[in-house]
T-cell receptor, first 110, second 116 residues
Framework: DAKTTQPPSMDCAEGRAANLPCNHSTISGNEYVYWYRQIHSQGPQYIIH???NNETNEMASLIITEDRKSSTLILPHATLRDTAVYYCIVRTGANSKLTFGKGITLSVRP | EAQVTQNPRYLITVTGKKLTVTCSQN?????MSWYRQDPGLGLRQIYY???????DKGDVPEGYKVSRKEKRNFPLILESPSPNQTSLYFCASSFGQPTYYNSPLHFGNGTRLTVT
């Protein structure tokens, strides 16, 4: 079953870029990689997704390696409000079973 | 406003007393899912539904039931709640099959359940 691996935590200074890695070595060729974040105990919030090409929106950039086995979420200018748990998601198993895992806790320090 | 609505936000109950947590979406989404979140364990999928009358088990379905009689509603039923079901629950929906389409998940605000 496809799954993701993320380090448990990282931190960065306010105003600097935060680069959050994710490994998804068993991803299938037609599956997207999605990133979400969760602030405190709120419902997770969609950030960005991609298939093969790098993507950018108003929140972040997503860099996907050519072999699609890993990706990096980039928050270009992290703020204190970006402190959250970030989840990298791919499909797990048959049908539409999705596993979020524990994510990576990003702490942005002043 | 497009949204996923869960009710109630907070619920305290006793062991064995049947309860239902409702989830409704107003975006005509086909896919709906329930997750529970516990400290140190992340978000774990309980059940999901690809469309009306189509449901399937996630990673932790034991002790839960769901139904999808209408497209917009996906209630989570605990027939005989136990203390180990004390958790934070989230409902989510998306237009199509997640990760296959341009179809991000939309989450509700959560239901914090305590079973004593």
């Amino acid at each position: 079953d496809a799954k993701t691996t993320q380090p448990p935590s990282m931190d960065c200074a306010e105003g600097r870029a935060a680069n959050l890695p994710c490994n998804h070595s068993t991803i299938s060729g037609n599956e997207y990689v999605y990133w979400y974040r969760q602030i405190h105990s709120q419902g997770p919030q969609y950030i960005i997704h991609g298939l093969k090409n790098n993507e950018t929106n108003e929140m972040a950039s997503l860099i996907i390696t050519e072999d699609r086995k890993s990706s990096t979420l980039i928050l270009p200018h992290a703020t204190l409000r970006d402190t959250a748990v970030y989840y990298c998601i791919v499909r797990t198993g048959a049908n539409s079973k999705l596993t979020f895992g524990k994510g990576i806790t990003l702490s942005v320090r002043p | 406003e497009a949204q996923v609505t869960q009710n109630p936000r907070y619920l305290i109950t006793v062991t064995g007393k049947k309860l239902t947590v409702t989830c409704s979406q107003n975006m005509n989404h086909e896919y709906m899912s329930w997750y529970r979140q516990d400290p140190g364990l992340g978000l774990r999928q309980i059940y999901y539904s690809m469309n009306v009358e189509v449901t399937d088990k996630g990673d932790v379905p034991e002790g839960y039931k769901v139904s999808r009689k209408e497209k917009r509603n996906f209630p989570l039923i605990l027939e005989s709640p136990s203390p180990n079901q004390t958790s934070l629950y989230f409902c989510a929906s998306s237009f199509g099959q997640p990760t296959y389409y341009n179809s991000p998940l939309h989450f509700g605000n959560g239901t914090r359940l305590t079973v004593t």
